[in-house]
């Protein structure tokens, strides 16, 4: 039975690949919404009464990772490193933001810690074949003629 199956190699590259868009395309969203509707001004001050230490720092920088951490996602370029600062981004806005609002939405941490989740998957699996990393990795090494 097709569900029971053992997944072949291409089927898991294919979900790797569905998980980092789809938590890629997340992480875009909120970088966008940091950087061009808040602003670098704007998310630092809202930092900055969310108590996170370093506000006028760490909102511009967590800004610019979830934007261009999640669009590296979605390429497939240097998942592992965005993928591991991503998860990192996480466990900083559980701590220090989400947890004392227990962990049901609107003000729990449910959505983030699936984003840690994810991002910790994807920082241990790697890109897959559908990526940037290993259109990459395959031109470094040699044909399978030229093994010989």
């Known amino acids: 039975m097709f569900l029971f199956r053992t997944p072949s190699l291409r089927r898991l590259n294919l979900a790797l690949a569905v998980l980092r868009v789809t938590v890629g395309i997340v992480f875009i969203a909120h970088g966008y919404q940091k950087l061009f509707t808040f602003g670098f001004a704007g998310i630092s001050?809202?930092?900055g009464q969310m108590g996170v230490p370093l506000p006028g720092v760490m909102g511009p920088f967590v800004a610019l990772l979830e934007f261009f951490g999640g669009i590296?996602?979605?390429?497939?370029?240097?998942?592992?490193?965005?993928?591991?600062?991503?998860?990192?981004?996480?466990?900083?806005?559980?701590?220090l933001v989400h947890f004392k609002?227990?962990?049901f939405l609107?003000?729990?941490y449910e959505f983030v810690f699936v984003?840690?989740?994810?991002?910790?998957a994807i920082a241990l699996a790697g890109a897959g074949q559908f990526s940037a990393d290993a259109a990459i990795?395959?031109?470094g090494s040699p044909s399978p003629a030229g093994r010989a």
Request: aromatic letters at 8%; zero cysteines; hydrophobic letters at 60%.
């Open 45 to 47: 001050g809202a930092f």
């Open 115 to 120: 984003l840690l989740g994810a991002s910790i």
């Open 72 to 95: 590296a996602l979605v390429i497939g370029l240097l998942t592992r490193l965005a993928a591991l600062g991503l998860a990192f981004d996480m466990l900083g806005a559980i701590a």
């Open 101 to 103: 609002g227990g962990f």
């Open 137 to 139: 990795s395959s031109r």
């Open 106 to 108: 609107p003000k729990g």
